[in-house]
Each structure stands twice: as structure tokens, then as C-alpha cells.
């Protein structure tokens, strides 16, 4: 099956001005991830999914930052993983996630990671203490992709958003945004923050060290492709069709109400 290009090029130039920025050669990732000078001179240029991991995958093990040059300091290649393993022995995810936004500040005071939790959403922001110039943008996406891949990773659960926030003008390659974030988006925010039912919040964690051994041998997957089982999906079809009674509901009508594809619904529910 041919995989279709959807990260831009964008996202490819911050990895390559993070190069710039410690002072060494992209070549060869660039060479690895099938990209050449020429193709990052067309804005309008895509890469797939396994380009994007490639060169993400060599770039923070060469320039030995998982940040990729978004703060003032290097986040060490294992960094992220650290902080996930500081968080498995949390007894919900909402325990974690308080975890790993405290964990992260020891990291870096650049940005702050701040999580809560209310009756009608629990949600993860990012408040800028030091101007991540052209950085801003790549540092966002992929941050709250890490930070939700690991969530849905350790629940076993895909995780809808409720909505996801950026402050920043809506971009040209909105596209990503969708895959990346599936529901309502927000551009030009005050603050950029995800939010999601806090039922999930409340979810036990269902892994252990064996599991997050195996899961950090191949992490990147999980920052670029939305987790497949959704643990509440049936409990919110039936809240759904209780709150709406009168409704004429169809599956593609719940499918857009629960911000999951018609083909994601069908196949849970007969799976259930």
C-alpha cells in the first residue's frame, strides 16, 4: 500500500535548523529519510510517516537531544523515556500525567507543562517562558504527541480529544494537524493545550517495566499515529445515545459526534 505524504516540510527544516543550531551536517540523516536540499526548498512539500520517522530517529541520537534545539538546553537521547519510566508506577494516568509535567520541569524551565483535571475535561498546557522563535511550532505538535502517545500507550487506550489549542495562525499544512489531533481544532489560542474526557484521567495504567522496555525500542510510532482501541468507546456510544434520545443517530452521525472515523467505530463495536 502507498503511504500517503502528509508531514510537511516544515517539520523537516526544524530538524535540519536544530542541526545548524549545534553546529553539524544533516546529510546524512536527510539521505536516510529520502530527502534531498532541492525538496526542502518547496514549502508545499510533504513527507510520509516513515521519512519523518527516520529522520527524527537519527537526529536526536546524532545531535544526542530529544528536543530537538527547542530549549536552551539538550535533552539527552533517553530523556522522554525517563520520564515515561518515572510515571509507570502511578496508579491512574491522571497520577502519571501530574507526574511527568512535575518531572519535566526539572528538564528544562524554558516551557512549563501544566496538567489538570475538572469535571469537564481534563487537559494538558504548555506555558512559554522563553521564545521558542521559529521552534514554537514543531516544539508544540510534537510535544503533546509525546505526551499523548504515552498516555493512550499506557492506559491501552486511544484517547479522543476534546479539542486541541495552538496559539499560533492556522497553518497551511493543517492537514497534519487533523491526523495528529483528531477533533476540533483551535489556531491563534491563548495558550496551546489539548484537553480529553477526564473519565480517561481516571483509568488505571496497564503496563509495566517489561512492557515499557519493549515500547522504547520503538517509542516514535506512538508520536505519529493515533492508538487504535479506545477502552470507553462503547460506555460513550451508550452516554451519547442516552443524552439524545430523540436523535436520529446513524454510525457516521456518532462517528463525527465521537470525533473517530465510521471505519474505527464499526470495528470496535463488533470487536466489543
Not at 462503547?234 to 452516554?239: I, M, P
Amino acid at each position: 500500500m502507498t503511504e500517503v505524504a502528509i508531514t510537511p516540510v516544515a517539520f523537516v527544516r526544524a530538524i535540519v535548523a536544530a542541526y545548524q543550531r549545534y553546529g553539524k551536517n544533516p546529510s546524512h540523516a536527510l539521505r536516510c529519510a529520502r530527502v534531498t536540499p532541492e525538496f526542502l526548498l518547496d514549502s508545499t512539500n510533504r513527507v510520509t510517516v516513515s521519512q519523518m520517522e527516520t529522520l527524527f530517529g537519527i537526529a536526536i541520537q546524532e545531535l544526542d537531544d530529544e528536543a530537538l534545539g527547542w530549549f536552551s538546553r539538550k535533552l539527552p537521547w533517553g530523556t522522554y523515556g525517563m520520564l515515561c519510566r518515572a510515571s509507570l508506577s502511578s496508579p491512574t494516568l491522571e497520577v502519571a500525567l501530574k507526574r511527568w509535567c512535575r518531572h519535566h520541569r526539572l528538564l528544562t524551565d524554558d516551557i512549563t507543562l501544566k496538567f489538570g483535571v475538572t469535571k469537564a475535561a481534563a487537559s494538558i498546557a504548555i506555558e512559554v517562558n522563553r521564545d521558542l522563535g521559529d521552534m514554537e511550532e514543531f516544539c508544540f505538535a510534537t510535544l503533546f504527541r509525546y505526551i499523548l502517545g504515552y498516555a493512550c500507550w499506557a492506559i491501552n487506550s486511544r484517547i479522543p480529544l476534546l479539542d486541541a489549542c495552538f496559539p499560533f495562525d492556522t497553518p497551511k499544512h493543517i492537514e497534519v494537524y487533523r491526523a495528529l489531533f483528531p477533533g476540533p481544532l483551535h489556531f491563534c489560542a491563548p495558550v496551546a493545550k489539548i484537553s480529553f474526557d477526564p473519565q480517561y484521567a481516571a483509568l488505571s495504567i496497564r503496563r509495566d517495566d517489561r512492557a515499557l522496555n519493549k515500547m522504547l525500542q520503538q517509542a516514535l510510532p506512538l508520536t505519529m499515529f493515533p492508538y487504535r482501541r479506545d477502552r470507553l468507546l462503547v460506555q460513550r456510544v451508550r452516554e451519547l445515545l442516552r443524552m439524545q434520545p430523540d436523535s436520529p443517530h446513524t454510525g457516521e452521525s456518532l462517528a463525527m459526534e465521537l470525533h473517530v472515523s465510521s471505519r474505527t467505530l464499526h470495528r470496535q463495536l463488533q470487536e466489543e
